[in-house]
């Protein structure tokens, strides 16, 4: 077994592989990542904004009716599994990109599947905000946007920049996983080589190449994080 | 001038309603240092709170140079909270934001200073009046709790306000540096006029700092006056309790045919005459000092003493009569067990 994995000719065309086809995948697969992520923060981060300040109690009541329903709604989105998801948004993706196979394709469901995680995630982070600075703005004047705005958001970057790392590689795991309607990158390659193949050389490669990805995303978001935060004192 | 007319606060709770105020009725005199005094629960943080409408009186208004502030629309309200700014027990400065930004943060709210060069500049003033021009650049997270406070008064007076409301400004600050933000809110009390308000549960900072005083009691107003006037006559248990904190440990140790006399000195000369030594002395009175309290305001005496006598009814009849002849100085037969 060993021997056929490891036999001169196999190796050479696995090389041959990784040589011509990991460049476009890795591309690929940071690009659909990246993308997907500010779609999704463009559409979680308002929502867990309004899941903080809109509740009872909170720095601009909204509608118990409305606010009931936002819940319910992310509540659903997080509860279908990934591979379904992608299924059931087809309509949608056909509607928004004309097609539903291929790298852009798979945007549609990353984002949809990603928006209401990011919502919670930021809903975490927005509810570390202590209660009293909070207060302070309100007795100073502030306006509740302002207190989003001047006060929530920036208080919460560095607990932000944490949440946001954790997003992109959970997104970058399921885009690997949007393989499967072919959505391009290291995922698919890791499909179409590995299990329809049985090259199990190339998807180990892919696979590797995606820990290595997710890895140098958390150092990096790790690093941003604590580097923003004024609140530690010896750096 | 703040009137605080007839204020009742009503929280719902799981357990049911707790009355936080009850019928509290309080006028601030302008440009006064004014204390607030309570024990914890006494509901002093609520009062506060009701003055700039950060929590809404359940019945009674709040009245600031004649402008009912339950009655403003939201924006209105906040366009008045600008001069009637607030301090905190935990500062509660913005811990991503240097000290600057920090005290640029209310000039940058109201949007009417809108050049950003005069906020710096403003800012920059502010922070050089309260003694950390050098730390503009410094995080919160870098500075003492006093340090931190201090940065919290130069925020609270950006948009030159009228009144400064301190809750429990001091409580978590240790003996000296409490008393150097004191001095720091009464210096700028005498230079610009503003009206403090000083919500505390230590008596040491009303006496050093108030002119007036209120004694907040299970959410009703116990007794008000003038700070001297409360602390030698204090006439409500409350501010008895405040005043003579250590008085009802007396009644436990008192010695079976000792006649034990509270004195009350209600401003007397701090440099006159040893009363105890001359009573002593003229009238061959042997009084046992059980306990005393004393402090020097403005040169003059403030507090009380509880003596004991043995030589029987007459000789405690005696004393008490010489004790009230002496100016500023009165007496009173404490009672076993009162």
């Given at each position: 077994m ?90 949608l993706?056909r ?19 990603a ?70 990158g290291?995922?698919k ?34 690093r ?12 | 001038?703040?009137e ?45 709170r ?26 209105e309200?906040?366009?008045k909270?600008?001069e ?46 309260v ?76 006496e050093?700092?108030?002119?007036h ?27 008895k309790?405040?005043?003579?904190p ?36 003229e ?25 004991g ?30």
């Amino acid at each position: 077994m060993l021997e056929q994995v490891f036999a001169q000719e196999v190796l050479q065309e696995a090389w041959d592989i990784i040589r011509t086809q990991f460049p476009l995948a890795i591309w690929e697969t940071v690009y659909v990542t990246i993308l997907s992520t500010a779609f999704a923060i463009v559409l979680g981060l308002p929502l867990g904004v309004i899941l903080v300040v809109g509740e009872k109690g909170g720095v601009r009541p909204l509608p118990a009716g409305l606010m009931r329903t936002l819940n319910v709604i992310v509540n659903l989105l997080r509860s279908v599994p990934f591979l379904i998801l992608m299924v059931l948004v087809f309509p949608l993706t056909r509607l928004l990109v004309g097609t539903v196979v291929g790298t852009v394709a798979s945007i549609v469901p990353l984002v949809i599947a990603a928006f209401p995680f990011i919502a919670r995630l930021a809903e975490g982070s927005l509810r570390e905000v202590n209660p009293n600075t909070i207060e302070m703005a309100q007795s100073l004047g502030a306006s509740p946007f302002q207190i989003i705005i001047r006060v929530m958001l920036p208080e919460s970057v560095p607990s932000l920049i944490s949440n946001a790392t954790i997003a992109i590689t959970t997104i970058l795991g399921y885009s690997a996983m949007s393989g499967i309607i072919g959505g391009g990158g290291l995922g698919k390659i890791a499909m179409n080589y590995g299990y329809y193949r049985y090259k199990y050389l190339i998807m180990v490669a892919a696979v590797v190449l995606l820990i290595l990805l997710v890895q140098l995303f958390q150092t990096l978001g790790t690093r941003f994080a604590v580097k923003s935060d004024k609140r530690l004192k010896n750096k | 001038m703040i009137e605080i007319k007839n204020v009742t606060k009503v929280f719902s709770t799981a357990e049911g309603q707790v009355t936080a105020l009850r019928d509290v009725s309080l006028s601030i005199p302008d440009g006064d240092v004014y204390g607030i005094i309570g024990m914890s629960g006494a509901g002093k943080s609520t009062l506060v709170r009701c003055i700039n409408m950060l929590e809404r009186p359940t019945s009674g208004a709040v009245v600031i140079d004649g402008v009912d502030m339950g009655a403003l629309s939201e924006r209105e309200l906040r366009i008045k909270r600008r001069e009637i700014t607030m301090i905190f027990q935990g500062f509660n400065l913005l811990m991503q934001r240097n000290c600057l930004e920090n005290v640029c943060f209310p000039l940058k709210l109201s949007g009417l200073a809108g050049e950003r060069k005069w906020q710096r500049q403003r800012a920059m003033e502010l922070l050089d009046t309260v003694g950390l021009a050098d730390k503009a650049r410094a995080y919160p997270a870098q500075l003492s709790g006093g340090q931190q406070q201090r940065v919290a008064i130069a925020r609270a007076l950006a948009t030159d306000p009228k009144v400064l409301l301190c809750d429990e400004a001091t409580s978590a600050l240790d003996p000296t540096t409490t008393a150097s933000i004191l001095e720091l809110i009464r210096s700028i009390n005498e230079r610009t006029g503003i009206t403090a308000v000083l919500i505390t549960h230590q008596m040491r900072v009303v006496e050093s700092v108030c002119r007036h005083v209120a004694i907040l009691d299970g959410g009703v107003v116990a007794e008000t006056g003038a700070v001297s006037e409360v602390f030698a006559h204090p006439k409500s248990e409350a501010a008895k309790r405040l005043v003579f904190p250590d008085g009802d440990a007396v009644s436990a140790t008192q010695v079976p045919d000792e006649h034990v006399i509270r004195v009350v000195f209600n401003g007397s000369l701090a440099s006159s005459t040893p009363l105890i030594a001359h009573m002593a002395v003229e009238k061959g009175i042997e009084a046992n000092i059980s306990y005393a309290s004393t402090r020097t305001i403005e040169g003059r005496e403030y507090g009380s003493m509880l003596l004991g006598i043995r030589q029987g009814e007459a000789v405690f009849r005696e004393a008490i009569a010489y004790l009230n002849s002496q100016t500023d100085v009165s007496a009173e037969e404490v009672l076993p067990n009162a």
